[in-house]
């Protein structure tokens, strides 16, 4: 199993360079960050959860512009987005981006997706709220296809675009998890379109709720084991991970503040009983879910 890191770097925390060198060393398997483009001031949407948005939602640095810059710096950590919210971004332009990324980086870039949840930010894009889900399917699609095809040829409900060349290709399709709500809706893009799922404990999702999609991917006709489990932030303390390692998840992400570096270093040293426990010591490059997304 890998233990990999969650943050969202800002202008005012460490910078993710920095970061990802210390968590390479420490054996963290990856490193993901989150994606604002910006939040409106004017937001009625309510946060995720109870209280004040947090200040770095408002400070959030370009998910590709911080990664790229980590990628010129490490070896072998994993980097990816949890989650990049695509209904919000020009597919080609996206494509275009995690493709280079990924051969900047030598194949070690993972997808993680959403469809988002707030309505201001989404409005300023010009994206109809009720759209965005059916936006993020096709959009994965058009990417696929411009990831995959020597001249792409892609005509959708949202995306039109006639034979197009697009390199440098990645090097290899990039897995695409989702991460949304535990419901019979997102679980039947999971297993019909996706590789895997990102859980999040302190949203409500449990382990339960990965052996209800396992159950439900069987029951469609999908091998439970080609989706990858990501379990997105759960602090660095055996008690909190065991139930999901007994799950046998592929990655849990462990929490890490918007903070300068002389306050997350002692963070990422105190995460060592966990990886000498559970960490597999090199990622797991989700190869299993990788195979298995002929499902889209």
Known sequence: MDIDIIT??????????????????????????GDHTHIPARRTTPFLLPGDLPEEYRRQLDPFVALAAAAARTTTIRLGT???LVAQRDPIVTAKQVASLDYVSGGRFVFGIGYGWNVEEAADHRI??????????EYVAAMRTLWSEEAATFH?????????????????????????GATDAVFDDVISWADGWLPVPYLGHTPDDVRRLRRRAEEQGRDPASIAILVDGVPAEPALFEPWVQLGVDAILVPLPSSPLDAVLPMLDDAHEVIARYGSGVKANVAAANAGAGAG
Do not use: H, N
């Open 8 to 33: 969202l770097p800002t202008d005012e925390s460490a910078p993710l360079a920095e970061v990802a060198v210390a968590a390479e060393e420490r054996g963290f398997a990856g490193l993901f960050v």
């Open 82 to 84: 949890c989650i990049c």
């Open 128 to 137: 109809e709220w009720s759209s965005r889900r059916a936006r993020v399917r």
């Open 156 to 180: 959708g409900r949202f995306v039109d675009f006639d034979e197009a060349w697009a390199w440098p290709k990645p090097r290899r399709q990039p897995p695409v998890i989702l991460g949304a």
